[in-house]
Nanobody, 124 residues
Framework: QVQLVETGGGLVQAGDSLRLACVASGLRVADTHMGWFRQAPGKEYEFVASVSRTNSNYYGGSVKGRFTISKDNAKNTVYLQMNSLKPEDTAVYYC??????????????????WGQGTQVTVSS
């Protein structure tokens, strides 16, 4: 059974940094396309970042230059380093994975695996 567990969310001030972690079990992040999405209250899912099986990185326009996705195959974990946080980054952040598709389109049905989400709140 595949599980993705996100940790690292919290309440921070604008300009601060946070690092989210997605610990995977039941799959190998080395062999899986992994990504992060977010959903703010009353809004649709938004693509944040993804890393392919071949270690190509992709970023959503609103986070490019501020967020960095990485993975540690030995720990079977994917990270999202978030710098220069803004109030508009406030959302529930979800980890996603799929063996065939790189998570970039913000539609849950497109990808096989999802975590339960972690709340990030950025105050102004």
């Amino acid at each position: 059974q595949v599980q993705l567990v996100e940790t690292g969310g919290g309440l921070v001030q604008a300009g601060d940094s946070l690092r989210l972690a997605c610990v995977a079990s039941g799959l190998r992040v080395a062999d899986t396309h992994m990504g992060w999405f977010r959903q703010a209250p009353g809004k649709e899912y938004e693509f944040v970042a993804s890393v392919s099986r071949t270690n190509s990185n992709y970023y959503g326009g609103s986070v490019k230059g501020r967020f960095t996705i990485s993975k540690d195959n030995a720990k079977n974990t994917v990270y999202l380093q978030m710098n220069s946080l803004k109030p508009e980054d406030t959302a529930v952040y979800y980890c996603s994975g799929d063996r065939d598709q790189i998570p970039t389109t913000p539609r849950r049905n497109n990808y096989a695996y999802w975590g339960q989400g972690t709340q990030v709140t950025v105050s102004s």
